[in-house]
């Protein structure tokens, strides 16, 4: 029931910009930490940038400076904007949603099915 799903990705040239939107369900957004992990061929995947439910942001250091993370609550929805894309930016693209689940005292996460981002000329 729990489901996030990933859009806004496509193929960009060198240089562009593009933002990912993650829509969540089946959870209570507000509380939960929100992520964004990329996967390129051949690579594990790793993360890019999380913020959490109080709006404290993380990034990776290939990405600071040039991607923000941002979350509405309202619209359950966490964004990615990336700008100044290059070639090391192609991956898929995963949401990801972490929190504590009280009841069974433990974390959990879950994840969406990811958006291609394909930076080339």
């Known amino acids: 029931q729990v489901q996030l799903v990933e859009s806004g990705g496509g193929l960009v040239q060198p240089g562009g910009s593009l933002r990912l939107s993650c829509v969540a369900s089946?959870?209570?957004?507000?509380?939960?930490?929100m992520g964004w992990y990329r996967q390129a061929p051949g690579e594990q995947r790793e993360l890019v940038a999380t913020?959490?439910?109080?709006?404290?942001?993380n990034y990776a250091d290939s990405v600071k400076g040039r991607f923000t993370i941002s979350r509405d609550n309202a619209k359950n929805t966490v964004y990615l904007q990336m700008n100044s894309l290059n070639a090391e930016d192609t991956a898929v693209y995963y949401c990801?949603?972490?929190?504590?689940?009280?009841?069974?005292?433990?974390?959990?996460?879950?994840w969406g099915q990811g958006t291609q981002v394909t930076v080339s000329s």
């Open positions: 913020i959490t439910s109080g709006g404290v942001t």
């Open positions: 990801n949603s972490a929190f504590w689940d009280y009841g069974l005292n433990r974390r959990r996460d879950y």
């Open positions: 089946g959870i209570i957004f507000r509380l939960a930490s």
